[in-house]
């Protein structure tokens, strides 16, 4: 966890949990990833169909997607560089979340932002948002803008 984030223990705790959820979905355990997650979870991933405004609506994308077939299956699936805040009963955590894919030779990586709210003594993820990273393209690599760009101070750029 980054020193810089703040909360203590009660972070250690959200640190914790956040790497058994990602430890649950590798085993396939569910119930024990939804286990972090408040019934009203939000769930704004851009891989995913959504926003999914609640688990009901993230429950029924999984069912249909592991009934496709479509699961992902990973060899690795880690938060890193993990940034916890709390303030109260109100905690954020930040992350890159590493996922590597079954026999691939590289990762994907997501930048991660959950929001997290204390209920009964537990933290419950509220929020989640999930961005993945784009591949970064070597400079000089072939590509046309989407539309018109100026430069700052200067007249617009010629095609």
């Known amino acids: 966890m980054s020193e810089s984030g703040s909360g203590g ?3 250690e705790r ?8 990602y430890d649950a979905f590798l085993a396939g355990d569910r119930d024990r990833f939804d286990s972090h997650l408040h019934p009203d979870v939000t769930t704004w991933e851009t891989h995913l169909p959504g926003p999914l405004r609640s688990r009901a609506d993230l429950d029924r994308y999984r069912t249909e997607r592991d009934a496709a077939g479509q699961r992902p299956k990973l060899d690795r699936l880690d938060a890193t560089d993990l940034r916890v805040d ?10 890159i979340l590493v996922a590597v ?9 997501s930048r991660v932002t ?5 209920e009964g003594g537990r ?8 961005e993945r990273e784009p591949e970064v393209a070597p400079a000089g690599a072939p ?7 100026t430069r700052p101070g200067g007249p617009p750029e010629v095609s």
Do not use: C, F, S
């Not at 959200?14 to 790497?19: E, K, P, S, T, Y």
């Not at 933290?123 to 999930?130: D, E, F, P, R, S």
């Not at 590509?143 to 760009?149: D, S, T």
């Open 123 to 130: 933290w419950l993820i509220v929020h989640h948002h999930a």
């Open 101 to 109: 894919p079954a026999g691939a030779e590289t990762a994907e990586r």
């Open 9 to 11: 223990i009660e972070a």
């Open 86 to 95: 709390v303030w109260n009963d109100t905690a954020a955590a930040r992350y």
């Open 14 to 21: 959200i640190a914790a949990d956040i790497a058994d959820m």
């Open 114 to 118: 959950d929001v997290l709210r204390r």
């Open 143 to 149: 590509g046309k803008p989407a539309g018109p760009r």
